[in-house]
């Protein structure tokens, strides 16, 4: 046999912890035997919303096995695009082809629930490898979204767009502007249901830009083949009842590791200097349900960057070594 898989089933694979309860019905586990593993089954899955976890991927294939995923669902060169733009920007380093380093954190810091980038880049396939967690803590938290909830309206994502003062962009300028400022169309000015922010010059005479909380879009999925609300980044980021509500959530899964003499949440936020309003929008409505995984060396976490916001549990200092890869498409 060269590769088993299973799906948990029953009382097994449910139980609750507070507010948002834990489902493992839709986790879809595989075991990996060398480099043979059920790629249509995989494909069907990440189809249908589900996560797969794979268990016993050996580190020099772990790019390849991801590039044929991402070949099978039509987003190799997404893929490589990712992997490129990220070694550019030089937030991370490449550990592989397509694999690069999570982002970095302080002590007891975690990463809050986030799906990669914004509806502008709009990313659609979020992967995760694990060479080794041997600390008391760093689970992999996975968020599925609530696509017909009416909480999305009440979110806000920060978003740059023209002032109302600035002159139109010619095609090659606004090739410009999206690359540094993500700005989404030529004539994408301020909206009346905008909250600006702040304004700024860019280096074109005439141009000027706006950095305004503006209401959630839906974004389209090619791995669901529909257009849903996504929990971006540029959505979870600037909430300070996101932070609140991951800190609440990984309390009541007894995650949270809090360092002694801590009087509030700011040292453990690795996003606090860029939280600027608050929703007031708990987490139970506008997610279904959790996904609370210990990785271990070999597993690999695949899932539609759409329907799933990922985070990371914080751990203490000196209790051993979490190492993560992540990959886009």
Same mark, same amino acid.
């Given at each position: 046999?060269?590769?088993?898989?299973?799906?948990?089933?029953?009382?097994?694979?449910?139980?609750?912890?507070?507010?948002?309860?834990?489902?493992?019905?839709? @986790?879809?586990?595989?075991?990996?035997?060398?480099?043979?593993?059920?790629?249509?089954?995989?494909?069907?899955?990440?189809?249908?919303?589900?996560?797969?976890?794979?268990?016993?991927?050996?580190?020099?294939?772990?790019?390849?096995?991801?590039?044929?995923?991402?070949?099978?669902?039509?987003?190799?060169e997404e893929?490589?695009?990712?992997?490129?733009?990220?070694?550019f920007l030089?937030?991370?380093?490449?550990?592989?082809?397509?694999?690069?380093?999570?982002?970095?954190?302080?002590?007891?810091?975690?990463?809050?629930?986030?799906?990669?980038?914004?509806?502008?880049?709009?990313?659609?396939?979020?992967?995760?490898?694990?060479?080794?967690?041997?600390?008391?803590?760093?689970?992999?938290?996975?968020?599925?979204?609530?696509?017909?909830?009416?909480?999305?309206?009440?979110?806000?994502?920060?978003?740059?767009?023209?002032?109302?003062?600035?002159?139109? @962009?010619?095609?090659?300028?606004?090739?410009?502007?999206?690359? =540094?400022?993500?700005?989404?169309?030529?004539?994408?000015?301020?909206?009346?249901?905008?909250?600006?922010?702040?304004?700024?010059?860019?280096?074109?005479?005439?141009?000027? @830009?706006?950095?305004?909380?503006?209401?959630?879009?839906?974004?389209?999925?090619?791995?669901?083949?529909?257009?849903?609300?996504?929990?971006?980044?540029?959505?979870?980021?600037?909430?300070?009842?996101?932070?609140?509500?991951?800190?609440?959530?990984?309390?009541?899964?007894?995650?949270?590791?809090?360092?002694?003499?801590?009087?509030?949440?700011?040292?453990?936020?690795?996003?606090?200097?860029?939280?600027?309003?608050?929703?007031? =929008?708990?987490?139970?409505?506008?997610?279904?349900?959790?996904?609370?995984?210990?990785?271990?060396?070999?597993? @690999? =976490?695949i899932c539609?960057?759409?329907?799933?916001?990922?985070?990371?549990?914080?751990?203490?200092?000196?209790?051993?070594?979490?190492?993560?890869?992540?990959?886009?498409?």
């Open positions: 046999m060269e590769w088993t898989c299973w799906t948990l089933r029953g009382s097994e694979v449910e139980r609750v912890g507070g507010r948002l309860g834990e489902n493992r019905l839709r @986790l879809h586990e595989v075991v990996v035997h060398g480099r043979k593993f059920p790629l249509n089954e995989v494909v069907d899955c990440l189809g249908n919303g589900s996560v797969i976890l794979m268990h016993g991927v050996i580190a020099e294939h772990a790019d390849t096995l991801m590039e044929e995923i991402a070949t099978a669902v039509g987003l190799q893929l490589e695009l990712q992997a490129g733009f990220a070694a030089g937030h991370r380093t490449s550990v592989g082809r397509f694999f690069m380093t999570v982002n970095s954190r302080s002590d007891f810091q975690f990463i809050g629930p986030h799906s990669e980038g914004d509806g502008n880049i709009n990313m659609q396939l979020a992967a995760f490898f694990c060479f080794e967690n041997t600390t008391d803590g760093g689970e992999t938290v996975l968020l599925e979204v609530d696509e017909e909830s009416a909480s999305w309206c009440s979110l806000r994502e920060s978003v740059t767009r023209l002032a109302g003062s600035s002159r139109p @962009l010619t095609l090659r300028e606004f090739a410009r502007v999206r690359a =540094v400022h993500r700005l989404r169309s030529p004539a994408d000015y301020v909206k009346a249901s905008d909250r600006v922010f702040s304004e700024k010059r860019s280096d074109l005479p005439g141009v000027q @830009l706006a950095h305004v909380l503006a209401e959630p879009e839906k974004a389209f999925s090619r791995l669901l083949d529909r257009k849903i609300f996504t929990y971006w980044d540029t959505i979870s980021a600037v909430d300070h009842t996101s932070l609140t509500e991951f800190a609440r959530l990984l309390d009541d899964f007894r995650l949270l590791k809090r360092p002694q003499h801590a009087a509030d949440l700011s040292s453990m936020d690795s996003m606090k200097n860029d939280r600027i309003w608050s929703s007031n =929008v708990g987490f139970e409505r506008i997610f279904k349900s959790a996904l609370i995984l210990r990785l271990t060396s070999g597993d @690999l =976490v539609s960057n759409h329907k799933w916001a990922h985070a990371a549990a914080n751990w203490t200092p000196s209790t051993g070594v979490r190492r993560i890869a992540a990959a886009f498409a």
